[in-house]
């Protein structure tokens, strides 16, 4: 092998190398409001969801049901146009309950991940 092109099979490794550890960072979430897991008196009009990533808005949703699977979500969950690692939806009015929060999202990495939490109103 001549010098010039074990030079390019090394530079190759190494942006492979630095391609991987960059894609080691997922979108995972970062924080929520309602916050995960939490109970609040105040029925919410919204649900908002940071994540660590930014995010590809054409590939990312989430929605919200009541303890009955049926969805409390206004069906506009979307990217905010401002910051593209928010995930936001509006809610219907929302009576006391539990209520559960799904999200699957694209990050800018291209990798998927998804996950839930409940959030309760105590009215
Ligand atoms: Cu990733």
New binding site residues.
Partial sequence: MSLRRRLAAVLTAVTLALATAS?????FLDRAEPRVGSAVRTPPAEVKLWFT?KLEPAFSTLQVTDAGGNRVDTHDGRVDAADGALLRTGLLPLGSGRYTVTWRVL?V???VTSGDFTFTVKR
């Fill in positions: 894609a080691g960072a997922h979108a990533q990050s990495d291209t990798h």
